[in-house]
């Protein structure tokens, strides 16, 4: 564990925070023990909404996001040792198993699916059927790497005869340290493999020059040539949608911790610093850094995952760099504590104005601006188990 130097002000305010964290989660997590929440409705968790289909992604159990609760329920069982966190997060961990019998809603979110549940109860208490979920989901991840273009397919057949067998997404990133976990657990390197590959691949055609990202990438899965760009989630084609910069951000820097290379810690702080020079003076994220000057749409799931991944890099570099990425850290959680959290119990969520899209919903709660800001609370206080 690498403490970061921060002032006794910091201190107190990561104190508090902490307190308040474990204050709601003691009621939250007994009102929504046996739901795996995506969003509030009228303040209360609910489950991802199966009629929503805009992203065509995936349904159901399957959902991205479904890894979430358990992980800010490990996160809680590492802060306080206490064993009804374990319980509770071993029920969406069992649940999820559907999904494997399932099979065809699986895309590459198993990394944010599987890492936040099997895999971080394997780390945490040694359970061995954890492992093996944890190994399978890695699996079916590794059998979705493209070996002419060097990247992994990112969602399933959408059944609506577009050809999505190329596109490749910045948010794998997230889930590729599952590979990197599958290699270390079973001294096997090929996952580990794929995993580099992706992340060289991602490194060449997601980042630009001036360290802002593109979300999608679709290439062509015969020739493995780069075809086109796709807006996604952003703005627009060729626009900075922030959750992208941030899984960029984060995911770089987590390839780094896993495979010490070089490469992606500079190519993880090169796009810090573009995510840097634009935060706004609030300290509060908007969806896209590129969308219309007027208008103040926010992700508050941006800022705090962008915040992990900036305490990381303030982890690996010198002394003098250290403070760079801290302070921009700092700056976007405190906003987000000030301005955007709800400690009372008229909301299950904590982190408000979270966003799935630019162009769909907006301003509401997000299970995973929950489970990061806590995440980043907890590096903060030097008690966090990285569980990517
Ligand atoms: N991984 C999908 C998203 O960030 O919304």
């Known amino acids: 564990m690498v403490i970061i130097m921060i002032t006794d002000k910091d201190k107190q305010w990561i104190e508090e925070t902490v307190e308040k964290i474990k204050?709601?989660?003691?009621?939250?997590?007994?009102?929504?023990?046996?739901?795996?929440?995506?969003?509030?409705?009228?303040?209360?968790?609910?489950?991802?909404?199966?009629?929503?289909?805009?992203?065509?992604?995936?349904?159901?159990?399957?959902?991205?996001?479904n890894g979430f609760w358990g992980g800010m329920l490990w996160l809680m069982y590492q802060e306080t040792g206490?064993?009804?966190?374990?319980?509770?997060a071993r029920i969406s961990e069992k649940r999820l198993d559907q999904c494997f019998a399932d099979f065809y809603g699986i895309?590459?979110?198993?990394?944010?699916?599987?890492?936040?549940?099997?895999?971080?109860?394997?780390r945490l208490t040694k359970n061995p059927e954890a492992k093996k979920r944890g190994l399978y989901a890695a699996n079916l991840l590794a059998g979705r790497f493209n070996s002419v273009g060097k990247f992994i397919r990112a969602w399933n057949d959408?059944?609506?005869?577009?050809?999505?067998?190329?596109?490749?997404?910045?948010?794998?990133?997230?889930?590729?340290?599952?590979?990197?976990?599958?290699?270390?657990?079973?001294?096997?390197?090929?996952?580990?493999?794929?995993?580099?590959?992706?992340?060289?691949?991602?490194?060449?055609?997601?980042?630009?020059?001036?360290?802002?990202?593109?979300?999608?990438?679709?290439?062509?899965?015969k020739t493995g040539e780069k075809v086109r760009t796709h807006g996604g989630q952003g703005y627009e084609n060729g626009s900075s949608w922030t959750r992208g910069q941030a899984w960029a951000l984060y995911g770089f820097t987590l390839s780094y911790i896993h495979m010490k290379k070089e490469e992606y810690l500079n190519?993880?702080?090169?796009?810090?610093?573009?995510?840097?020079?634009?935060?706004?003076?609030?300290?509060?994220?908007?969806?896209?850094?590129?969308?219309?000057?007027?208008?103040?749409?926010?992700?508050?799931?941006?800022?705090?995952?962008?915040?992990?991944?900036?305490?990381?890099?303030?982890?690996?570099?010198?002394?003098?760099?250290?403070?760079?990425?801290?302070?921009?850290?700092?700056?976007?959680?405190?906003?987000?504590?000030?301005k955007r959290s709800d400690w009372t119990k008229d909301c299950d969520c904590i982190i408000q104005n979270c966003s799935e899209a630019y162009h769909t919903n907006k301003h509401m709660n997000i299970i995973y601006g929950d489970y990061f800001f806590m995440e980043a609370i907890y590096k903060l206080k030097g008690n966090d188990i990285l569980l990517w």
């Open 158 to 221: 959408w059944g609506n005869g577009e050809d999505n067998t190329g596109w490749a997404i910045i948010d794998c990133m997230m889930n590729i340290p599952l590979l990197y976990w599958a290699s270390d657990e079973t001294k096997d390197p090929r996952f580990s493999h794929i995993a580099l590959m992706h992340a060289d691949t991602a490194m060449a055609h997601f980042i630009r020059p001036d360290g802002s990202c593109e979300h999608i990438v679709e290439f062509d899965s």
């Open 23 to 65: 204050e709601k989660m003691a009621w939250v997590s007994e009102k929504s023990r046996d739901k795996i929440p995506y969003t509030t409705v009228n303040g209360t968790h609910d489950t991802y909404n199966d009629s929503d289909k805009s992203y065509r992604m995936s349904e159901g159990l399957n959902w991205w996001t």
């Open 267 to 338: 190519a993880a702080k090169r796009v810090a610093h573009y995510f840097i020079a634009n935060i706004p003076e609030s300290g509060l994220i908007p969806i896209d850094f590129r969308q219309p000057g007027e208008d103040a749409w926010e992700d508050s799931c941006a800022a705090a995952i962008a915040a992990c991944g900036l305490i990381e890099i303030a982890k690996a570099v010198g002394k003098y760099e250290k403070d760079l990425y801290l302070s921009a850290a700092l700056k976007m959680l405190k906003a987000l504590t000030e």
């Open 107 to 122: 895309h590459h979110d198993a990394g944010f699916m599987w890492l936040l549940t099997a895999v971080a109860d394997y």
């Open 82 to 88: 206490e064993e009804k966190y374990a319980e509770y």
